[in-house]
């Protein structure tokens, strides 16, 4: 009886549930985050210290007819919800570039596992912490009067999952090919900080000037802006889309970036150099 003939692609790829080692760099992520203590201190106080910093000293500048919430501090309160998520995105996806210069990334390219799992174990990890540190910072809501029912609760979990995923993605897209993390940093300056100033943390789009306004429109991440002022303040003027359209074009943009993470990821090359 004639066997099979082993080909040198079932030698070095064989058949692996990409699901398995993405379970196993997903808990490393969350266990190597939490190791570090400063890191999960700084990733809650800094944007807190923003938002009570900046909401307190613009007071009440922005009444409710231009933000239909109250004053600038109830509006900051997204804003600075996804400042956590954009900061643990960065600092979760660092490790990629750390796991490359300690060797740990080559070893993992190496083994016989799909790049698919490579890649979602790495983003899903930071997507966890993001979404989990995004989450946390709910609980000083009712400190300014913003009390959250379940359901309004279960749809700012799916909008600041979707925002952490994009981000984690993302920046998972820029460290693949960053050679330091001085590189990774000036990319971060130039690019990831503008789309969290111009999604309207800091001024509505209503209020925008043209040319600003159009930009705002073009942001992925306005629209995970106005979702989350949709759900904590039903009275707030109209944004950009409704609900549900908001929360489609941030899936749509977390699938892009994604799928844009997984295409450098699976380049039949070798790991960046460090």
């Given amino acids: 009886m004639a066997q099979a003939a082993i080909t040198p692609e079932r030698l070095i790829n064989p058949r692996v549930n990409p699901l398995l080692p993405a379970f196993t760099l997903w808990w490393r992520e969350i266990v190597r985050f939490y190791r570090q203590p400063a890191r999960v201190v700084g990733v809650i106080v800094s944007p807190l210290l923003f ?58 390219m190496v083994a016989p596992v799909h790049r698919s799992g490579i890649v979602l174990g790495k983003v899903m990890g930071g997507t966890t912490l993001s979404a989990v540190q995004g989450l946390v910072f709910l609980v000083f809501a009712p400190a300014i009067g913003i009390h959250i029912g379940f359901e309004q609760f279960f749809i700012i979990a ?61 942001n992925p991440l306005t629209y995970g802006m106005d979702a989350l002022l949709l759900t904590l303040f039903p ?40």
């Fill in 51 to 108: 938002w009570v910093v900046i909401g307190a000293g613009f007071g009440t500048s922005l009444q409710s007819g231009a933000t239909g919430t109250g004053n600038f501090l109830h509006y900051f309160f997204p804003g600075a919800l996804i400042m956590i998520v954009l900061f643990t995105s960065i600092f979760t996806m660092m490790s990629v570039i750390e796991d490359r210069n300690e060797g740990f990334l080559l070893s993992v």
């Fill in 158 to 218: 799916l909008v600041t999952f979707l925002v952490a995923f994009s981000l984690t993605a993302l920046g998972f897209a820029i460290a693949w090919r960053m050679e330091s993390s001085q590189g990774f940093h000036a990319i971060i300056n130039l690019f990831l900080i503008p789309l969290w100033m111009l999604s309207g943390a800091l001024f509505p789009v209503s209020g925008a000037s043209g040319w600003l306004k159009a930009l705002m429109r073009i």
């Fill in 235 to 274: 009275a707030a003027p109209p944004t950009t889309l409704s609900l549900w359209p908001s929360i489609g074009v941030l899936a749509a943009f977390a699938a892009v970036v994604f799928a844009a993470g997984f295409m450098m990821a699976n380049r039949r090359s070798t790991v960046p150099a460090a």
